[in-house]
């Protein structure tokens, strides 16, 4: 066992988990975060989206104990409250059914707007084709992304 | 219409229902059906006060006027479904299941409808054996008809005993009343009081013996409107608990071992190393082998350590299988001839001797796997002899009775609790996750959560059944069916009749009597091969006949809803009016499921080295009044991405009782990169009452894309999924 000190959502988290334990196991079975979903635990699925310096990355993915940097999670997305305009633009084109996917899509969404503003189908295409939304909602979500992005992105 | 709620669930059944049951008895889960009693003592200690209407299922009460309102001590063949608390707050009880379908929503708009209330006023108690009324289970697109129908009596019952209510308390005739917005309103006198205020204090039970008429489609103002899923903002947070996020205090983590092949026998056990694990319990029960502790890590390592010995028979592999459903047939119990549901007409022999000319083609649909994100998860929980267990399941009262018939407890001590759902697609009608679950909380006396692994849900999980499909036709001299002999092997019976006009028919189930896979419900079920199979050979006879094949189509329908979603889905889709190249085919299809109506267009581009990709898909749907198009819509556009998938590549590759390729890295599921444009076209008919919606907009898409690939290129794929490999092309 290691113990670890996280920076998730703006707080320093310390945690005991195994050496070898992912991040994703950490979040949703140490911390009580059950916002990121299990899909695969492999990285194929994209379920377990979080940002990781802004950046998208699959938490079943990443040892907890060597990850440095911050960590923001789909419960630390929204500012005090305020959704975040892609949360919003996910409610408002009804981008999701079961809404298992939601978390993951959403923070890949971020992570992609964060790096490009103005993302074009394309852009979409190769930066969530890694997300599995088994619904079938895609074109919603794409419908989403460029909404959120008309409005200011990630504000 | 009258709604005819007052029969038991058996008499409600239409034919395509017949088909559904015929589905569900092929994988052996026949529902009992028994009668739920509620204490409604507990109903009001929950919720409070005020008014609880009920529905009385006792059988043999027939449809009476007048009906009676009842204080506490009635009988108790009474199931509650609807409580309007002292402060307006409607409460409906249904034990239907939300997995993604979006029927929170479309039967919080029916009640809200009816009862005259804003949607935010109502909550939907649902798949809680303990709380709802019995219900079979959330599957065959049933709960619009059903459900839906239900609750809008059930609330409109409630809303004319408030009226009755106002009125006595205002000494005016109920039929100057109105209600609007929880009130019931004088226009006359210039009064209006609150629901909750008239049932204040009270303690009310109603059991309605006669239904009124509910609020007719065309006169809707909240159902029949694009409406927002109710509790959208929990899924876009995270908030939302699944089956999968629960936490319970002490609660504990297990795995199962699973045996390398189908059908194994464990010939040696041995579990001392996982014993000896500080903080592991084991339970070691027959051929049950579990591991229970704090953290998923540590029972994973703890199982590796469990040391198994297996052996397997040899088993049916996937390079076989078509030519082995054909001649696995039961013919002792089901199927062979008449099949289901008395599929045959005139002779057929005698309508291919009058053909001018005459088919004959065989289709294929594999095994495939419904991989809902959420796989099987399972909280269970045992307390003074009484077990709760909350789980991911379509149909809760059925595992409720798996579960007291593995722990030999009776019904009334099994509890199942059904958080909404990370999606199921028909693949989730079994409990077997909340046994092992349970199980495993016996075993080591706590809470116990399971989560199967994907890879467990890919193997252990059931599968959509593989099919064979045989058709023998033949045409007039003016391209009229004369002919059609029909042919399933083992795919299933759901929309195996024909809905084109043939006078000479015959149409036959024939399912396996020992399929090498753990086969069952799937969205649809074998609605998808039945079409795959009817319209790709409706496209072939076009040919045959030298003509389009969208008019070969109009040439043999009679029914004016088929016509006209074909008619809507080609002028939306400008079928006709583009040729097809070597590079980009057209192609339509349609047909006829559980009351809706369908037609899909495709258009598809091929590349050089026989890819394909679906580039534009148009579908009109008609379902009757449409109770959210938001949400019907939504069902449409994700029916078609699903489909897509079974189309063009998924299948289950299998060996000596292995699958193999149980993940998503190589068992291929649409992604956004096969997204194509797609368009619904909605016939909204106010004056038929609505159907359900989210498995028959799937059917359309793989014969239409087999027909486009036929345009573009001149060869004809017969079997599911059509891009196995990619296309042959000539020169």
């Known amino acids: 066992m290691a113990n670890i000190t996280l920076l998730i959502n703006g707080s320093e988290r310390k945690v005991e988990a195994a050496d070898d334990e992912p991040l994703l196991s950490v979040l949703r079975n140490r911390l009580g975060m059950t916002g990121t979903k299990y899909g695969c635990g492999v990285g194929q699925c994209g379920a377990c989206t979080v940002l990781l310096d802004g950046k998208a990355v699959r938490s079943c993915r990443l040892t907890a104990a060597t990850v440095k940097g911050k960590v923001v999670t789909i419960e630390g997305l929204a500012a005090e409250g305020n959704l975040q305009p892609i949360q919003q633009a996910f409610l408002e084109e009804e981008a999701f059914q079961c809404g298992y996917c939601t978390s993951g899509m959403v923070m890949a969404a971020h992570g992609l707007l964060s790096a490009v503003p103005k993302p074009s189908d394309d852009d979409i295409f190769d930066h969530m084709n890694g997300n599995i939304c088994r619904c079938g909602t895609y074109q919603r979500i794409m419908a989403a992304i460029h909404r959120a992005a008309e409005k200011g992105g990630r504000a | 219409m009258k709604p005819d709620v007052t029969k038991d669930a058996a008499a ?20 009992l059906r028994h009668l739920f009693e509620v204490s409604r003592r507990d109903l009001f200690k929950l919720l409070g006060s005020g008014l609880i209407v009920g529905y009385c299922v006792r059988k043999g009460l027939t449809q009476e006027s007048g009906r009676a309102v009842n204080r506490e001590n009635e009988s108790n063949d009474l199931a509650s479904w609807l409580h309007i608390g002292e402060d307006g707050k409607v409460t409906v009880f249904t034990g239907k299941v939300e997995m993604g379908q979006n029927i929170r929503t479309s039967l919080t708009q029916q009640v809200a409808e009816e009862l005259s209330v804003p949607m935010s006023a109502i909550t939907l108690v649902m798949g809680d054996t303990d709380l709802t009324p019995f219900d079979m289970g959330t599957f065959g697109s049933r709960t619009t008809p059903q459900m839906g129908t239900r609750l809008r009596t059930v609330s409109a019952n409630a809303r004319g005993l408030l009226v009755e209510m106002a009125a006595k308390r205002w000494n005016v005739d109920p039929a100057t009343l109105s209600v609007k917005d929880g009130m019931v309103v004088s226009q006359k006198a210039g009064k209006r009081i609150s629901y909750g205020e008239l049932t204040h204090g009270q303690k009310l039970v109603m059991v309605p013996e006669a239904d009124p008429e509910p609020e007719s489609p065309a006169k809707w103002r909240i159902a029949g409107t694009p409406a927002s899923k109710v509790d959208g903002k929990a899924f876009v947070t995270g908030a939302h608990q699944y089956t999968s996020d629960m936490s319970r205090p002490g609660m504990m983590h297990g795995k199962v071992f699973r045996p390398p092949a189908f059908n194994s026998k464990l010939t040696s056990v041995d579990t001392k190393k996982a014993e000896q694990m500080a903080g592991v319990t084991v339970v070691h029960d027959g051929d049950f082998i579990g591991v229970v502790a704090g953290d998923p890590g540590l029972a994973q390592k703890a199982l590796a350590l469990v040391e198994v010995q297996t052996q397997a028979p040899p088993q049916v592999n996937d390079a076989g299988l078509f030519d082995y459903l054909r001649k696995d047939v039961d013919t002792e119990t ?304 994700g029916a078609i991405v699903q489909g897509l998938g079974g189309a063009m590549v998924e299948a289950i590759h299998f060996a000596d009782g292995r699958v193999l390729n149980g993940r998503f890295r190589d068992y291929h599921v649409p992604r956004f990169r096969d997204l194509p444009k797609i368009e619904v076209e909605l016939i909204d008919r106010k004056d038929v009452p609505p159907a359900g919606a989210g498995e028959t907009p799937l059917m359309g898409l793989a014969p239409a894309v087999a027909g486009a690939i036929f345009s573009a290129t001149g060869i004809r794929l017969r079997g599911l999924p059509l891009m196995a490999k990619p296309l042959e092309l000539k020169g």
């Open chain 2, 334 to 637: 089901r199927g062979g001839s008449g099949g289901r549901g008395g599929n045959n007409a005139g002779s057929v022999e005698a309508g291919m001797a009058s053909a001018a000319k005459t088919l004959s083609q065989s289709y294929t649909a594999a095994y495939i796997q419904h991989a809902p994100l959420e796989p099987r998860a399972a909280a269970a929980e045992w307390q003074d002899g009484k077990l709760t267990v909350w789980t991911g399941t379509q149909r809760p009262f059925a595992v409720k009775e798996e579960l007291a018939a593995a722990f030999h407890i009776s019904q009334d001590h099994v509890r199942v609790i059904v958080p909404d759902t990370g999606s199921a697609y028909g693949g989730k009608h079994t409990g077997e996750c909340a046994v092992e679950a349970a199980r495993l909380a016996k075993g080591a006396g706590k809470p116990v959560k399971l989560v199967w692994t994907r890879e467990e849900e890919f193997t252990w999980a059931y599968f959509r059944p593989a099919g064979v499909i045989d058709v023998k036709s033949g045409i007039a001299a003016d391209g009229k069916l004369v002919a059609w002999e029909y042919h399933n092997y083992n795919s299933g019976p759901a929309a195996i009749d024909t809905p084109y006009n043939v006078p000479n028919k015959k149409v036959e189930f024939h399912p396996a009597k020992n399929p090498p896979l753990r086969q069952g419900s799937y969205r649809g079920l074998a609605a998808t091969a039945n079409h795959f199979a009817r319209e790709s050979h409706m496209d072939e006879l076009a040919q045959l006949a030298g003509m389009d094949p969208l008019q070969f189509r109009l040439k043999n329908i009679t029914d004016p809803r088929l016509r006209a979603v074909f008619e809507k889905a080609a002028e939306r889709f400008g079928w006709g009016k583009q040729k097809a190249t070597r590079q980009r085919g057209f192609g339509i299809a349609g047909g006829f499921e559980k009351n809706g109506y369908l037609a899909t267009c495709a258009e598809i581009a091929v590349d050089a080295r026989g890819q394909v990709r679906i580039v534009r898909v148009v579908e009109s749907f008609d379902c009757g009044a449409v109770v959210n198009p938001n949400g019907l819509r939504n069902q449409i556009e």
């Open chain 2, 12 to 31: 409600l059944e239409t034919s395509a229902e017949v088909a559904e049951r015929a589905e569900l008895e092929q994988h052996a889960v026949e529902p």
